[in-house]
């Protein structure tokens, strides 16, 4: 940021400007400003490229990420993924609102406007527990369960 005064200037009128860290936006604006800082370090799937896959569902698109649905006794499937050495499972959230990973294919591939997926935890915001919810958003380790730190996946609707 460069901001430049005019010291000749007699009455500057005030301006005032408020922001935050662009992990804790938890909108479709955020997706778009994390896309741009964080290029390397995430992987972003806008609504054109899910239109350009046709994926049928949303795990076809994190597949491509290296996300898999992993079933366990046949009663319920959550997203997993291979990370030093063993599988891990990976918290979802949609709209910045943390869903039981098993629950996340059930929204129509239609209506999704971008994902976000990150193989490691964001250290600026995306561990921050929404507990009273009894799970958490763009989650990186949850004290609960043990999970490892395995990234996150965040979901954006229309």
């Known amino acids: 940021l460069a901001i430049v005064l005019d010291v000749t200037a007699n009455d500057l009128s005030p301006i005032v400007v408020e922001t935050g860290l662009i992990d804790l936006w938890?909108?479709?604006?955020?997706?778009?400003?994390?896309?741009?800082?964080?290029?390397?370090?995430?992987?972003?799937?806008?609504?054109?490229?899910?239109?350009?896959?046709?994926?049928?569902?949303?795990?076809?698109?994190?597949?491509?990420?290296?996300?898999?649905?992993?079933?366990?006794?046949?009663?319920?499937?959550?997203?997993?993924?291979?990370?030093?050495?063993?599988?891990?499972?990976?918290?979802?959230?949609?709209?910045?609102?943390?869903?039981?990973?098993?629950?996340?294919?059930?929204?129509?591939?239609d209506i999704v406007a971008a994902i976000e997926v990150y193989r490691e935890p964001n250290q600026q915001g995306f561990a921050m527990p929404v507990q009273q919810l009894g799970q958490y958003s763009f989650e990186a380790r949850d004290p609960v369960y043990g999970r490892d730190r395995c990234g996150s996946v965040g979901i954006w609707t229309r």
């Open 26 to 109: 938890r909108d479709l604006a955020g997706f778009y400003e994390r896309r741009t800082q964080y290029k390397g370090y995430g992987r972003f799937f806008t609504r054109e490229d899910i239109d350009r896959q046709r994926p049928a569902r949303i795990s076809t698109v994190l597949k491509v990420a290296g996300i898999s649905q992993w079933c366990m006794r046949s009663y319920t499937c959550v997203p997993m993924r291979f990370i030093r050495g063993r599988m891990c499972a990976v918290p979802i959230s949609v709209n910045g609102m943390p869903v039981w990973e098993r629950d996340f294919d059930r929204i129509p591939i």
